[in-house]
């Protein structure tokens, strides 16, 4: 026979074993129910949908409203629980037709700069074989909502209804989908359906034209000599002794001949040109968002002749790296980029995790704003070697523009814009 204390020993053993039966249990229960559940809410949802807020509200006073009525015989409540049911009844007559439309969206143009003006158009087509009710016609652009009240329409019949579209920030700004909207006149039920998918506005930020070669780029065929030591290329750097392994085609026979002894030319490395550049996109860099938005343009600018120039690079931000291939796309791509959080535990963590999959550059430019001391700056250097060119552009809004040196690293302080095409020369020069 257990003693009293043995079967408290006992309980946590007995508790644990009756959860574990509970949880299989209910697993087995779900999952014979999950299927029927998901059917009925596929049933449902449609159904339920298109109750606003104010219709769920409605629905809620009528139950209560009722409920009261039932309880205590209150007469008042038989009223207002009957009326409100009603009205939403009523509502429900509103949700019922088909529609056919054939919606077009169309914007021009689909890439413009900050404050230049943007139109749209929507082209809407009956498209069935009855005639139409008038019905409002919503359209999603940005943040807002387009509305326009369609009329009657008659089979094939075309309305066309044109809009502006707001370009005074940076941005990609979707326009669409277009939804035909059918309700009721005080907002009990709502049903919407898609008519067309979202177009995409680009608003490139302002840059400003460089002139060619003035990011002091070297350009040639061949490429830079570095100061790396190879045994393969075609920058003549030295002699020195034949080592088994070594490639015979490299041996310098007039030199062997006069000393006795086989020797092998050696080289100096050379690489093509090719263009890193880091802007840092954390907001805590910037001392405003006019200062973000004059880095972001700095960048583009920049980025934008360098193509131009037919130079390999490539553009990394908190983010990512950006698509470059042609000016266009490294716009589009600029239209994106928007101020983050402190993703990475430093300015040059962030620089090696996002740079240490690219190619070696022989070019550097790092981008950052106000708030950005020269220790980050710096700390980014450090992190390519001694044959690298590394250019920083210290984004002060307002500021004096200024070119200076810091142990190596070139320091350009930008103010406005303007000032850009000025200082960059002064860097080539």
């Given at each position: 026979?257990?003693?009293?204390?043995?079967?408290?020993?006992?309980?946590?053993?007995?508790?644990?074993?009756?959860?574990?039966?509970?949880?299989?249990?209910?697993?087995?229960?779900?999952?014979?129910?999950?299927?029927?559940?998901?059917?009925?809410?596929?049933?449902?949802?449609?159904?339920?949908a298109?109750?606003?807020p104010?219709?769920?509200?409605?629905?809620?006073?009528?139950?209560?409203?009722?409920?009261?009525?039932?309880?205590?015989g209150?007469?008042?409540?038989?009223?207002?629980?009957?009326?409100?049911?009603?009205?939403?009844?009523?509502?429900?007559?509103?949700?019922?037709?088909?529609?056919s439309?054939?919606?077009?969206?169309?914007?021009?143009?689909?890439?413009?700069?900050?404050?230049?003006?943007?139109?749209?158009?929507?082209?809407?087509?009956?498209?069935?074989?009855?005639?139409?009710?008038p019905?409002?016609?919503?359209?999603p652009?940005g943040?807002?909502?387009?509305e326009?009240?369609?009329?009657?329409?008659?089979?094939?019949?075309?309305?066309?209804?044109?809009?502006?579209?707001?370009?005074?920030?940076?941005?990609?700004?979707?326009?669409?989908?277009?939804?035909?909207?059918?309700?009721?006149?005080?907002g009990?039920?709502?049903?919407?359906?898609?008519?067309?998918?979202?177009?995409?506005?680009?608003?490139?930020?302002?840059?400003?034209?460089?002139?060619?070669?003035?990011?002091?780029?070297?350009?040639?065929?061949?490429?830079?000599?570095?100061?790396?030591?190879?045994?393969?290329?075609?920058?003549?750097?030295?002699?020195?002794p034949?080592?088994?392994?070594?490639?015979?085609?490299?041996?310098?026979?007039?030199?062997?001949?006069?000393?006795?002894?086989?020797m092998?030319r050696?080289?100096?490395?050379?690489?093509?040109?090719?263009?890193?550049?880091?802007?840092?996109?954390?907001?805590?860099?910037?001392?405003?968002?006019?200062?973000?938005?004059?880095?972001?343009?700095v960048?583009?600018?920049?980025?934008?002749?360098?193509?131009?120039?037919?130079?390999?690079?490539?553009?990394?931000s908190?983010?990512?790296?950006?698509?470059?291939?042609?000016?266009?796309?490294?716009?589009?791509?600029?239209?994106?980029?928007?101020?983050?959080?402190?993703?990475?535990?430093?300015?040059?963590?962030?620089?090696?995790?996002?740079?240490?999959?690219l190619?070696?550059?022989?070019?550097?430019?790092?981008?950052?704003?106000?708030?950005?001391?020269?220790?980050?700056?710096?700390?980014?250097?450090?992190?390519?070697?001694?044959?690298?060119?590394?250019?920083?552009?210290?984004?002060?809004?307002?500021?004096?523009?200024?070119?200076?040196?810091v142990a190596?690293?070139?320091?350009?302080?930008?103010?406005?814009?303007?000032?850009?095409?000025?200082?960059?020369?002064?860097?080539?020069?």
């Amino acid at each position: 026979m257990t003693t009293l204390a043995e079967r408290l020993d006992r309980l946590p053993a007995t508790l644990a074993a009756a959860g574990g039966r509970i949880r299989r249990a209910l697993r087995v229960v779900w999952a014979v129910t999950s299927p029927v559940v998901r059917a009925i809410w596929r049933v449902v949802t449609p159904v339920v949908a298109v109750i606003t807020p104010t219709g769920w509200l409605v629905l809620l006073v009528a139950a209560i409203s009722l409920g009261l009525s039932f309880a205590f015989g209150w007469q008042e409540f038989t009223y207002l629980g009957t009326l409100m049911l009603a009205a939403f009844l009523v509502c429900c007559l509103f949700l019922y037709g088909r529609a056919s439309y054939g919606v077009i969206i169309e914007l021009n143009p689909r890439r413009v700069v900050v404050g230049d003006r943007a139109m749209g158009r929507i082209l809407v087509t009956n498209t069935g074989p009855k005639n139409l009710q008038p019905t409002r016609m919503e359209l999603p652009v940005g943040v807002g909502i387009a509305e326009f009240q369609l009329p009657a329409m008659t089979p094939k019949q075309e309305v066309e209804e044109l809009f502006a579209v707001p370009t005074n920030k940076r941005a990609v700004i979707v326009a669409g989908p277009a939804e035909s909207v059918r309700g009721d006149q005080i907002g009990l039920l709502r049903r919407a359906l898609k008519w067309a998918d979202a177009v995409d506005l680009f608003v490139h930020p302002k840059t400003i034209r460089l002139a060619p070669s003035a990011a002091g780029l070297v350009r040639d065929l061949e490429g830079q000599v570095s100061k790396k030591i190879t045994n393969n290329d075609i920058a003549f750097h030295a002699l020195r002794p034949y080592v088994p392994g070594d490639d015979r085609r490299y041996v310098h026979w007039r030199t062997s001949a006069r000393i006795g002894q086989l020797m092998v030319r050696q080289f100096e490395e050379t690489r093509r040109s090719q263009v890193t550049m880091i802007h840092s996109t954390r907001r805590d860099l910037y001392a405003s968002d006019e200062e973000f938005e004059l880095a972001i343009s700095v960048t583009a600018s920049i980025a934008a002749q360098i193509i131009r120039d037919g130079t390999q690079m490539n553009v990394v931000s908190e983010s990512g790296i950006w698509k470059t291939q042609t000016v266009v796309s490294m716009l589009d791509a600029s239209c994106r980029i928007e101020p983050v959080g402190a993703l990475f535990p430093s300015i040059r963590e962030f620089a090696r995790e996002r740079t240490k999959r690219l190619a070696n550059p022989s070019v550097v430019i790092i981008v950052g704003g106000s708030q950005m001391t020269t220790a980050d700056f710096r700390s980014v250097q450090s992190l390519f070697g001694s044959d690298t060119s590394q250019v920083a552009f210290h984004v002060n809004h307002g500021a004096h523009p200024k070119l200076g040196a810091v142990a190596g690293l070139t320091v350009i302080t930008v103010g406005d814009l303007h000032d850009l095409p000025s200082l960059v020369r002064g860097l080539s020069s």
